[in-house]
């Protein structure tokens, strides 16, 4: 009867150390996908910061093509047989510095 006792005492203890073991654990799990979830969602926030800064750089860069290929056509600009020549170039030059300031 008392050894019953004795085994049923330390059976009660060794469930209890258990169960505070399982909830520690469950607490650790709980924070590491807490952790892991704001992480990803940092991540995912600078991803889209730098997409939408180089999706700016990208517009600016077609808006100056464009506005330089606009300059050039509404100056007449290499409309003659030899697109290569040095009064072409100079009148691209121009629209691009002009474009530039």
């Not at 979830?37 to 600078?46: G, L, M, P, T, V």
């Amino acid at each position: 009867m008392i050894f019953g006792r004795m085994i049923s005492k330390r059976r009660q203890i060794a469930e209890r150390f258990l169960s505070e073991g399982n909830g520690e654990a469950t607490r650790l799990r709980g924070n590491r996908v807490r952790e892991l979830s704001e992480i990803h969602f940092e991540a995912y926030r600078k991803v889209e910061e730098v997409r939408g800064l180089a999706d700016a750089k990208a517009s600016e860069i077609y808006a100056k093509a464009h506005n330089l290929r606009r300059c050039m056509s509404s100056q007449g600009l290499c409309s003659h047989k030899s697109k290569t020549s040095l009064w072409c170039f100079l009148r691209r030059l121009t629209c691009s510095n002009f474009l530039k300031g």
